[in-house]
């Protein structure tokens, strides 16, 4: 059985349980607690030396560290349900919705709350090194959010998914974006009622709680 | 035949134009001078509004405007040979190696340039909008791609191509990384031995001058 190294809290590892709920694959949860710095043990240095949760331990040994490659491996030994599409153009949309999700979205949230939280002081970027924060970054990280959320609206109010008609990973990243947000203090906008309308969606699929 | 809107010295449609020589695909180039503002043209901004090179326009007449979905696509149309991988755990490494090569690489390189250069000021993201520099973003982006060189070279000192034993899209990536660092006048270091002997090879490849 695979085995996930996890922090329950955290966002990055989140979008590794969606993804398996989604498949519906059943795997070993290991939790490593970030509040108490597990990440940086020894231990989980050799497991993963860049310090970093999701870490997934496939059934032939090797470990993966990024959603990205996690992803591809899951959905080529699991296609079904797709959630990285089936046709060229499908499989085009979701790879761009995606990317914009992690680099607008994502990255935008995670600007914000590294360059400016108090208990992120030197620590602006994930893995073991010292970095200082930078304020302005976190201002151009809120910004960024900003048009992020308006650039989903927009998407969302001629198509019932991020990457169009079906549900997929882009959603699953999205999904993370809105409820990593909070951690900035920011929310979708009362007149983004697409968007808002997809989140109670996303909210009702079982993933949700993965 | 497709479409790509192109601009020869820049290093995002670049990655386009190499993965379309790799997979012997044709194509009709049309040039959009970024030096003169040609991006930001009412013309442009019909075809992609975000203000974006590479756009690449299909048989069927639908623009795609990030990497992440052009290499999806057209690895899905045009399978052999393949650049993003075969086997699952191929597929796995490409994505994760490709991501770090993204986010380590070529985020480090146009933090540096676009938070530091007087010909960038007020553009310190790509697209329309005016954004103001932040010089320490600049350094910092250059203190990453510092460790980016490192962990490549470690990397390819232990495998021939940089997602493992064959070439892909992970290689064409981190090429244009190499690159583009000339551009905040960053080299690998002379003891960076595998890093290049690994960059003579993509030299030689008929694609690096596609």
Do not use: H
């Not at 990440?39 to 040994?61: E, F, H, K, W």
């Not at 990243?173 to 920011?186: E, L, M, P, Q």
Request: one cysteine or more.
């Amino acid at each position: 059985m695979m085995k996930l190294y996890d922090c329950t809290t955290a966002p990055s590892p989140r979008r590794t349980r969606i993804f398996l709920a989604e498949k519906g694959i059943e795997y070993e949860n290991i939790q490593i607690d970030l509040t108490k710095g597990e990440q940086m043990s020894d231990a989980y240095r050799r497991i993963n030396p860049g310090c970093t949760v999701p870490s997934l331990v496939t059934d032939d040994g090797v470990t993966l560290t990024e959603n990205a490659g996690i992803s591809a491996y899951l959905e080529a030994l699991y296609p079904e349900p797709s959630l990285l599409g089936t046709t060229p153009m499908e499989k085009a949309a979701i790879a761009a919705w995606n990317w914009r999700c992690e680099m607008g979205g994502l990255m935008s949230v995670a600007e914000a709350l590294r360059n400016s939280s108090p208990a992120m002081k030197d620590r602006a970027l994930p893995g073991p090194k010292k970095i200082p924060q930078i304020p302005a970054l976190a201002e151009r990280g809120l910004m960024k959010l900003g048009w992020f959320f308006k650039t989903i609206d927009r998407q969302l109010s001629s198509n019932p998914y991020i990457a169009g008609d079906t549900y997929s990973v882009a959603d699953i990243t999205a999904t993370i974006v809105v409820d990593f947000a909070r951690w900035v203090k920011v929310k979708p906008e009362e007149d983004q009622t697409a968007l808002l309308e997809w989140y109670g969606r996303m909210r009702e699929r079982p993933s949700f709680k993965a």
